[in-house]
Each structure stands twice: as C-alpha cells, then as structure tokens.
C-alpha cells in the first residue's frame, strides 16, 4: 500500500482529505449529539440535508429524497416519536411541513435561529 501511495501520490492525498473530512463531520456530529438539546440536533440535521439535497418549491425547501421520521431520529440519536412531536410543533409554528418520508422546510430562517439558539 506504501508503495502504491508513493507512486501515485495524488490519490492518496485525495483519499486523506475525503477520511479528514468525514472524520471532522463524525465529530461534529458526536458534539451535537452530547452537547445540543434534542430540538436543536433536528433542526440542524434538517438544515444539513437541506442544504445538500433541498429543492426550491412554492410552499418551502423540499428534502428532494424520499425521507421518513426514523432517519432524522436515527441520525439525531432520539426517538421516531420525539420527531414527530417536535415536527408537528413546527408544522403549527409554519416551520415546516411533513408527511409521509417527505419533509418541506417552510421557514428555513426560524429553524436556524432556532437551532442556534434553542
């Protein structure tokens, strides 16, 4: 493997970038999870999705995959049921609108002060 890195140096380099940068998104994620109340881990995996896969609609920012409650819930480290709840609350507030795997972000400006600041 040495070998194979010295002689093509550039690929390696490339492939320790890709490993430092998920490894930097493994920590984020692990001081989100200790550190951020629950409500504030959901708005910001929901902004992260956004921003990598959310699609322009008129009523908000579609999560342009198909995207159940467990997912969030998973990645956030909660229960199917806090996010529902926490999602229903923000349906009411016009935050945001869900059903059945999909989400649409209607006031993406709330839930990211909201995420800030909890």
Known sequence: MVKLMLGYPQPAI???????????DVET??????????EQRIARALLRIMGHSGR????GILINFPI?????????????????????????KGWSKSGREHITVTDPQALVAFSETG
């Open 14 to 24: 490339d492939t320790l970038k890709i490993v430092i940068d998920r490894l930097d």
């Open 29 to 38: 994620h692990y001081l989100e999870i200790s550190a951020r109340q629950v």
């Open 56 to 59: 322009q609609t008129r009523e």
């Open 68 to 92: 159940s409650r467990q997912g969030p819930a998973d990645y956030t480290g909660t229960t199917f049921y806090t996010v529902r709840r926490i999602l229903s609350v923000w349906s009411k």
